[in-house]
């Protein structure tokens, strides 16, 4: 658990993901085209992947990847972002964190 949240505090915007996973490619996209440049971490990339899945998991990220941090707060997985861009307060939240600045 310590490593996620230190993992996730040390940038604007973190997401978590693996590999394989289409959301996780869909959630990074977002963040590409909203102007965001998010700190991305694989978890079946990492040794201490299996770890931390098992954190994401314990936060209540189910499935556990994506799981996206802005401003080293916990968001949610892909479902909670889309909605959170569909009612455009994500843009919002990028800018208070300084992920984006426009």
Request: proline share 4%; aromatic share 8%; hydrophobic share 40%.
């Amino acid at each position: 658990m310590d490593r996620v949240r230190d993992l996730a505090s040390k940038k604007a915007a973190v997401i978590f993901t693996k590999s394989s996973c289409c959301m996780c490619y869909s959630i990074k996209t977002l963040f590409y085209e909203l102007g965001a440049s998010p700190a991305i971490h694989e978890l079946d990339q990492d040794p201490y992947g299996r770890e931390m899945e098992r954190a994401l998991r314990g936060l209540g990220c189910d499935p556990s990847v994506p799981a996206v941090f802005i401003g080293g707060r916990f968001v949610g997985s892909s479902k909670d972002v889309i909605s959170l861009h569909v009612d455009g307060s994500l843009k919002q939240m990028l800018m208070d964190a300084k992920a984006i600045w426009f």
